[in-house]
């Protein structure tokens, strides 16, 4: 193909300027991302600074795959794997097999490296802020190759279509999202690449071209080898990436050319367009060899195979057969009729060849293919997003979106078919081959929207050679135009409303509720790791939960959506459905699970059931072990609740949270109290203060359901009964804790301005055994309470003399004794002592905060003024 003929100068000057623009968009929305990201860090802290979880990063909500990838790298960074073939972050204990691309997720680490060489940021922390810059460079160095190359073969102006449709359509930059280093933009370009390749290759044709005409087809065998190779290794490489997303592209590239050939061939044939048999089989060769070499580096010497879920050599054989296949159909169906059947042993190997891997698969089902276990099998068909027609995923898209993906993606499709209404058999085999490649590619992408993406390149390689066709004899100006034309409608007006509407959530600093789930995600695994700060933590949730939570608190869990972790969906599955708690409790103790996340959002419970049993019926669903605990309460004695409250910022997300930690230790008296507190956590005071006072009758030698009785009273200012039930809470606790409970209740009462009560906790403590910390308090409080009935400045100066004998450079003791002095008039002693309270207070290191305080109740008193409080 030759659309434009520039001198060389020209070429990469007006190729580097749009990259240079393409350059300047991708950045400069990465720069928003980031911003963006930083507002979604700020929500679920809970007052602090920076989140406590070893991992922190937010994340868009669909990019938990991106989640996994980096956990993937830090294991790599933290290992001595080579090759990315093992994980224990999910299918706990055990782990599993891992078939991901090992050189994508050390490119991952990598950026982390370098992050954390130039920022200093903990390695593990740098991985996952790289990943905001990791993708726009990788999608940049992408652009730059496929343009240059397309620019080298058919002049600058498919090179700008091409930079243009890269960095602005949606799709495309979907799979290159900031922060997304999941492989699927990997896989759009390597999809992209090997169209395009096929394009100038010209589906296996080639034409002599006449000067200034817009060639369509190569015009030497030479070039169209060239580009057959470019096609192919581009394909392998998606073979290297994912094997299950580039097989069918590659089936239809073939099964496009093939097609073109039966409808157009012969009248290609008339207009001097020459077949070249060759070409395909150059392209089968190529490709599998490289699909061999991207499999060995992968796999050899350790982890060879029979796994044909992902690359493998049966592959490479079958895209060998399928280029010999279309060859041999060009060769047969263009000769002459009388030769079209001779010789039909030729097509034996091929057949063989590509019925391989699929017979291999029939035959041994998920021994070979772990996607054919029933289980999986259902699984992806009915609850994973990206295996769902397009009908169904459209239902969530808003009506901007809607008309994009359904219109304006695929007016190049459109035009093509009109074009062909309008020329019919006057219209270039290549335009037949690439409509029908769309065609294809779009009804994938209807059965199943994953394949959205990977019909985003073909559309763009369309719109390229629509180019080409309507403008075969004009100048070269008409040329730029439409090209400029289509690129100003099709591509660029997309890169441009993303970046204003990006610009505009970050100006409002609005986070999407998808978006700010991860932060509650977060939030949850700090309280998880809160409950037990040392050890593994083996966390059984919801699949995405897992994912997530997992992620950020870096905990080991069972099921995640990955083919891979067949087994741990399985054992997650047969926990929440189980039948009975004994059967959930065996099972939890087999796993080794330590801790149970219930998070309302996308809990999965009843999907889980219906997976595992699919004939039940929905009351026996109802009656499973994860439906119980999750939508009737009925929370086994084992599992031990941890108090837990969604964040007030978080709160809007409408999600309620239980969190459990497994302890077949717990006694009932134990279960009741934590039921309690996290009722009163989750703001059911009322209830939970029914609990405690069922606790009470029932075990009234518990100390902790009395001191949270008193919490509860206080908190509704019933004074009087809340110090009760709080000393007698306190009298119930072990010895050495009772001085620390009479001076954290005293000074609740006290800052509540309940100065009689505070004195009756701090003398019932002092009555008990005299400790200074509490007669430094109550000698406070009777020097200082604004309650005259209530002061006391004799006895305060007593006590506060006293407490000095324990500790005579006390600021707190210091301080006492000061306010005492005051009281009984001598004031200058008072200044005198006031003065030794703020120097020990500095010596002491105290906040500046502290000293202020020290130093107005000093100044106070030298006024000859005592002090109130």
């Known amino acids: 193909m030759q659309l434009s003929n520039e001198s060389y100068r020209t070429r990469w000057l007006i190729l580097v300027s749009a990259w240079t623009l393409a350059a300047v968009l991708l950045f400069a929305e990465a720069r928003l991302m980031r911003r963006y990201i930083d507002v979604v860090d700020q929500l679920g802290l809970r007052g602090a600074t920076v989140a406590t979880t070893p991992l922190k990063e937010g994340y868009p909500a669909f990019a938990a795959d991106a989640q996994t990838w980096v956990r993937h790298a830090l294991t790599l960074l933290e290992g001595d794997q080579i090759q990315l073939r093992w994980t224990t972050i999910d299918n706990a204990p055990y782990g599993r097999e891992v078939h991901w691309n090992s050189a994508w997720a050390w490119m991952i680490a990598g950026s982390g490296k370098l992050y954390h060489l130039f920022t200093g940021v903990p390695i593990e922390n740098s991985v996952e802020r790289a990943t905001m810059w990791l993708t726009p460079t990788v999608l940049l160095v992408l652009i730059m190759i496929l343009s240059a190359w397309a620019t080298r073969r058919a002049g600058v102006i498919a090179g700008v279509v091409i930079v243009a449709a890269m960095a602005c359509n949606d799709r495309i930059y979907e799979g290159f999202f900031p922060t997304y280093v999941d492989h699927h933009g990997l896989m759009t370009v390597a999809v992209f690449g090997m169209m395009l390749g096929a394009v100038f290759m010209g589906g296996g044709w080639w034409k002599e071209g006449e000067k200034g005409t817009a060639l369509l087809l190569p015009n030497s065998i030479a070039s169209a080898r060239s580009a057959a190779i470019f096609s192919a290794v581009s394909g392998a490489m998606g073979m290297w990436v994912s094997a299950a997303s580039i ?85 047969r169906w263009l000769g002459s009729r009388e030769t079209r059947w001779q010789n039909p042993v030729r097509l034996v190997w091929p057949v063989a060849a590509v019925l391989l891997a699929p017979l291999t698969i029939i035959i041994f089902r998920e021994r070979v293919n772990l996607v054919l276990d029933p289980f999986l099998f259902s699984l992806h068909k009915n609850y994973i997003q990206e295996f769902l027609p397009i009908w169904r995923t459209i239902q969530a898209f808003n009506p901007t979106m809607a008309y994009q993906v359904l219109f304006v993606e695929n007016v190049p499709l459109i035009a093509a078919i009109l074009t062909l209404t309008y020329k019919g058999r006057d219209t270039p085999l290549v335009v037949w081959f690439v409509t029908i490649a769309t065609l ?13 993406l990977n019909a985003s390149g073909v559309q763009v390689c369309l719109a390229v050679v ?249 908190a509704r200012h019933s004074w009087g009964p809340a110090a009760d039930a709080t000393l007698k809470g306190i009298s119930l606790a072990p010895e050495n804790d009772r001085p620390g409970l009479y001076i954290t209740a005293g000074g609740n009462f006290y800052n509540n301005h309940q100065h ?100 107005r109740r000093l100044a106070l008193i030298k006024s000859g003024k005592p002090i109130r409080e």
């Not at 000095?804 to 002592?833: C, V």
């Open 440 to 452: 294809l590619f779009n009804v994938l992408a209807w059965w199943q929207s994953r394949w959205l």
């Open 247 to 331: 097989l069918p592209p590659i089936v239809l590239v073939g099964a496009s050319g093939g097609l073109a050939i039966l409808i157009q061939g012969r009248t290609a044939r008339a207009h001097d367009e020459q077949f070249a048999p060759e070409i395909w089989r150059l392209w089968g060769r190529v490709g599998a060899i490289a699909s061999l070499f991207f499999y060995l580096v992968e796999y050899f010497p350790s982890h060879l195979g029979m796994r044909l879920e992902p690359n493998h050599p049966f592959y490479a054989i079958g895209w060998l057969g399928g280029a010999e296949i279309v060859a041999q159909f060009g060769e």
């Open 756 to 855: 009689a009560l505070a004195v009756r906790i701090y003398r019932t403590g002092l009555a008990e055994k005299y400790n200074p910390d509490l007669a430094c308090y109550l000698a406070w409080v009777l020097a200082t309470s604004s309650d005259d009935s209530l002061r006391n400045g004799k006895e305060a100066l007593q006590l506060a003399q006293e407490t000095l004998k324990a500790n005579p450079h006390s600021p707190s003791y210091l301080n006492a004794l000061a306010a005492a002095l005051a009281e009984n008039g001598r004031f200058a002693d008072a200044a005198e002592i006031a003065d030794q309270t703020l120097q020990s207070s500095k010596l002491k290191g105290d906040p500046a905060n502290i000293l202020a305080v020290f130093e």
């Open 466 to 714: 629509l180019i080409g066709t309507w403008t075969g004899n004009a100048s070269l100006r008409a040329r730029w135009i439409l090209a400029l034309v289509m690129a100003g409608l099709l591509f660029i007006p997309s890169g441009i409303m993303r970046y204003i509407g990006a610009a505009s959530e970050v100006e409002k600093r609005q986070v999407t509720p998808g978006d700010a789930n991860n932060m509650l995600f977060r939030d949850v695994a700090a309280a998880l790791r809160a409950s037990q700060p040392e050890g593994d933590i083996i966390l059984l949730a919801s699949p995405n939960a897992s994912t997530s939570v997992g992620y950020y608190g870096r905990f080991k869990t069972l099921g995640t959506l990955y083919w891979e972790n067949d087994a741990g969906l399985h054992h997650a599955a047969e926990i929440f459905s189980a039948s009975t708690e004994t059967e959930a409790a065996n099972l939890i103790r087999k796993y080794h699970v330590t801790h149970i996340a219930m998070i309302s959002y996308e809990a999965f419970v009843l999907e889980y059931d219906q997976l595992l049993h699919p004939d039940a019926t929905i009351e026996d669903k109802k009656k499973s072990f994860g439906y119980q605990v999750m939508a009737e309460k009925k929370i086994p004695q084992w599992l031990e609740m941890i108090p837990y409250s969604i964040p007030d910022d978080l709160k809007t997300l409408n999600i309620s949270v239980m969190l459990f930690k497994v302890n077949f230790n717990q006694n009932l008296a134990q279960a009741l109290y934590n039921v309690a507190l996290s009722q009163v956590a989750n703001g059911a005071v009322e209830e939970g203060e029914n609990t405690f006072d069922l606790l009470i009758r029932q075990a009234p030698q518990n100390y902790q359901p009395w001191l949270r009785k008193g919490e509860l009273l206080l």
